[in-house]
């Protein structure tokens, strides 16, 4: 199996390396508005645009324009035309919103193609500014196809991109069992087994720390040197909560693909709808989506199958025990079932019942799933409450 993967990596620049790179992404966006703003113009005229002659354009004039574009490795500049050119093709695929205008700050990034870059154990040589030290060494073996280099708040990143050949070198499997996973935002995750995973300690303390400094925003007067300071502080928490809460959901994501031959997993839309009261909901689909993303990859690596129930499916309000069916209000945390009695919380039941999903045999629902003790995966499931999905694009961004 050929399978694209990338490995995203924290760096350690000295303050001149940085600041190259900050130029860098400067050239990078400067020359995306341009190519943006030539792609509009001759689409308007009903020229047809693309990647070649808008790039053509752009090295005629150059040199007596923006002459300080020579002050920056070419890579930074000559990649973004594909790049538009891609995303005016998901445009016209429907599959993203038409390209817009970059601002500063707003996902700073440049490109690095691999005959530009080598990577040494924990430290990359990057054009221009020579060696720079990475936060660990890479994750993937193979062919390094192209770099990406990133700012989030006030770090930066490179995200190197791996063409593996063969898979076994970072998927092997150490279960087969069939697994139910109840996605929740208080406890991350509630498993078939009864194991609640609970969120990472760092992030509950990110999130204090979140809401004292949203509180000390708002009472600075906006666009005073305090408010710019306060929005620095906000983007780092809101940065390292992204990363406390990715690295946590790729620990979980990697475990539930090793351990199961099955991961059954509710949809994520019914996630959203019930369980974003904790908190904001931008912070929430960010957990959740990343966890899906996540599964859809690995489940493909490690050759695990995963099962995403239909969003009708009633995984909260059916008795795992007895297959009855009640309403539940959302504030109602365990399940107790008025037809055989079962009493068990509401987030186990749910998981339960998605676990159910994963056994070749019609809705019963007649006994309890109990851990690894399935039946052989084989013969028919019901397909009624499966949602049919075509394979998640390996990326691991
Ligand atoms: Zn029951």
């Known amino acids: 199996v050929l399978a694209t993967l990338a490995h995203k990596i924290a760096l350690d620049p000295t303050v001149v390396q940085a600041n190259y790179f900050a130029r860098a992404c400067g050239v990078a966006r400067f020359t995306w508005n341009w190519a943006l703003a030539k792609w509009n113009e001759m689409y308007a005229v009903g020229e047809k645009p693309d990647a070649a002659k808008v790039r053509k354009l752009f090295n005629s004039i150059k040199a007596e324009l923006f002459p300080w574009i020579y002050e920056i490795h070419k890579d930074a500049n000559q990649r973004v035309f594909t790049d538009l050119h891609d995303a005016f093709r998901r445009f016209f695929e429907k599959t993203a919103a038409h390209p817009v205008f970059k601002r ?56 190197v991109t791996v063409q593996h050949l063969d898979m076994r070198s970072v998927t092997e499997a150490i279960g087969n069992g069939i697994i139910g996973v109840d996605l929740g935002i208080s406890a991350l995750a509630t498993l078939s087994s009864g194991e609640v995973i609970e969120g990472p300690k760092p ?156 056994y070749p045999r019609p809705a019963g629902f007649s006994t309890c799933g109990q851990e690894g003790a399935g039946p052989p995966i084989t013969g028919r499931r019901n397909h009624a409450w499966m949602k049919q999905e075509p394979a998640g694009h390996m990326e691991n961004a």
């Open 104 to 159: 500063k700050w707003q996902r700073d990034s440049c490109y690095v193609s691999n005959d530009h870059f080598a990577i040494n154990g924990d430290r990359v040589r990057l054009p221009i500014v020579g060696w720079v030290r990475m936060h660990e060494e890479l994750r993937f073996d193979g062919k390094i196809m192209s770099a990406t280099i990133s700012r989030e708040a006030d770090r930066w990143f490179l995200s």
């Open 203 to 358: 992030l509950k303390a990110a999130l204090k720390q979140l809401q004292l400094a949203g509180r000390s925003l708002s009472r600075k007067v906006k666009g005073s040197s305090n408010w710019k300071k306060a929005v620095v502080v906000l983007q780092c928490i809101h940065a390292r909560i992204t990363h406390i809460r990715k690295d946590f959901i790729h620990k979980l994501t990697t475990r539930l693909c090793r351990e199961n031959q099955t991961v059954v997993i509710e949809d994520l839309r019914m996630a959203f709808m019930l369980k974003n009261r904790h908190l904001s909901r931008a912070a929430s689909d960010m957990g959740l989506s990343e966890f899906r993303r996540q599964m859809k990859y690995k489940t493909l690596l490690f050759g695990t199958e995963l099962i995403i129930a239909d969003q009708f499916f009633p995984s909260t309000r059916i008795c795992s025990k007895c297959g009855a069916l009640k309403d539940m209000l959302l504030s109602e945390r365990t399940y107790r079932c008025d037809a055989c009695g079962l009493v068990l919380s509401r987030d186990h039941n749910a998981a339960i019942n998605l676990e159910q999903l994963g």
